[in-house]
């Protein structure tokens, strides 16, 4: 069952494309904390990914932190092994850590069912947000729903996300 | 013309894909059945060369050819959009253009890229 709004985080400690294991405690200072699941291959996380890495460069003078997480099978999706994720990273100078989930725990604990899917927690680290960064995959351009930025700025200022879950729309995660 | 649409149910991509190339058609005055078929399992992928939901073919050609030169996959595919961008759907514009170089193409000079 996929975590409901006002549950709390679910910890992890996975390892990260750039050596370190990273774990949600890491960031307890941060007001709020986004752990999103990604992969390499999926057409819709490219769609979505410059605008993903913008939201993080943009807000994190303001204390929110995106921790990206990979829990498909790169034994069926090659695309998405770890070297594969460490190449991504590195390319795309991901300005958060992209953290590899190989036994699939922390997508079956947080429910999670897409590829992008993101979790957004307050400094409380209940769920305040769940689902699609905003409203149009294809063109930046004619986005209408900016569902992520409207909710990071409704928790950084104190007040409920006006729209607080959106059907996630992606890739499936590739189970094994 | 033969009209192929292969998709593959866990991507949400291909009822917008249809409907885009169901309006192609409509504006283009094209009447021909779409065959549609559902790709399934793996074996299926590889049979219909298929490499990635949602594929189109016109008289057997890939709307983006060189995207169908990836293996056979059970996956989303991607496409590169006329501006630049990756996107799990083609546009509108590229599938009118795919369309519209298929029927300007005589058939015999066109390439089987797999459609069962």
Known sequence: MTLALRERLIPFALPATDGRTISADMYADKPVLGVVFWCNHCPYVKAWEDRMIAVQREYADRGVQFVLISSNDPVQYPDDSFDAMKVLAQKKAYPFPYLFDESQEVARAYGATRTPEIFLFDRERDLRYHGAPDDNFENPGAVQAPYLRDALEALLTGRDPATAETPPKGCTIKWK | ?116
């Open chain 2, 1 to 116: 013309m033969r009209i192929d649409f292969l998709y593959w149910e866990d991507c949400p991509s291909h009822p917008e894909a249809l409907a885009r190339l169901r309006q192609v058609l409509a504006d283009e005055g094209v009447t021909d059945e779409i065959h549609i078929a559902r790709v399934d399992t793996i074996d299926d992928a590889q049979r219909h060369r298929f490499p990635g939901s949602p594929t189109i073919r016109f008289d057997g050609v890939d709307l983006q050819p060189e995207g169908a030169q990836a293996l056979a996959a059970l996956t989303c595919r991607m496409y590169r959009t006329e501006s630049g961008r990756l996107s799990p759907l083609p546009t509108i514009e590229m599938i009118r253009r795919a369309l519209r170089a298929a029927r300007q193409t005589p058939k015999e000079v066109r390439h089987d890229t797999g459609t069962a």
